[in-house]
T-cell receptor, first 115, second 113 residues
Framework: KAGVTQTPRYLIKTRGQQVTLSCSPISGHRSVSWYQQTPGQGLQFLFE???????NKGNFPGRFSGRQFSNSRSEMNVSTLELGDSALYLCASSLAKAALNTEAFFGQGTRLTVV | EDQVTQSPEALRLQEGESSSLNCSYTVSGLRGLFWYRQDPGKGPEFLFT???AGEEKEKERLKATLTKKESFLHITAPKPEDSATYLC??????????????FGQGTELSVKP
């Protein structure tokens, strides 16, 4: 079956601009999480959406936001881009059945470069 | 505060030379511990989930074990294609169900022929 799909794969943006990243989860998966990966900080949790509601949130500024649609697809938005936002942005999906711990499967990521 | 520490940061092995990677964690309550493999420029690939101390899981040359404070990823007779960064992550049961994973910094494994 198809895996997690992230678009676009690569982006170059200028400081001050905004950007929207997209994630299509594995069919049937209702939970979508977003992570930022940088060489210095590693993988850091941004937020998680489940049934169109933000369920968990990491320690990132309000410039980072997201949403989930009724078909479980998710988008992440970063406004007023800074140089430090350059990173690999990863999306992960999971079944997330109530009270069960399920594996998270990652997409290939979107490489964002801010110049 | 939840914390995951992996050691060593980098490991160089000869083909066939077995070794272990360590993942130490601090969480208020462990919901699960996950191992991932990541190749350069790609997303992490799921390997194992461990839920309780004493649990073990195997896949080809890899075997993951869990205690109350740490997990080990044992690599038996590694091959060059096992070269990658291995990531450990935990889920804290304190959080509202769901998918927040706390990652370690990873161990970069290089296997030379």
């Amino acid at each position: 079956k198809a895996g997690v799909t992230q678009t676009p794969r690569y982006l170059i943006k200028t400081r001050g601009q905004q950007v929207t990243l997209s994630c299509s989860p594995i069919s049937g998966h209702r939970s979508v999480s977003w992570y930022q990966q940088t060489p210095g900080q590693g993988l850091q949790f941004l937020f998680e959406y489940f049934s169109e509601t933000q369920r968990n949130k990491g320690n990132f500024p309000g410039r980072f936001s997201g949403r989930q649609f009724s078909n479980s697809r998710s988008e992440m938005n970063v406004s007023t881009l800074e140089l430090g936002d350059s990173a690999l942005y990863l999306c992960a999906s999971s079944l997330a059945k109530a009270a069960l711990n399920t594996e998270a499967f990652f997409g290939q990521g979107t490489r964002l470069t801010v110049v | 505060e939840d914390q995951v520490t992996q050691s060593p940061e980098a490991l160089r092995l000869q083909e066939g030379e077995s070794s272990s990677l360590n993942c130490s964690y601090t969480v208020s309550g462990l919901r699960g511990l996950f191992w991932y493999r990541q190749d350069p420029g790609k997303g992490p690939e799921f390997l194992f989930t461990l839920y309780s101390a004493g649990e073990e899981k195997e896949k080809e040359r890899l075997k993951a074990t869990l205690t109350k404070k740490e997990s080990f990823l044992h690599i038996t007779a590694p091959k060059p294609e096992d070269s990658a960064t291995y990531l450990c992550a935990v889920q804290d049961s304190h959080y509202n169900q769901g998918g927040k994973l706390i990652f370690g910094q990873g161990t970069e494994l290089s296997v030379k022929p």
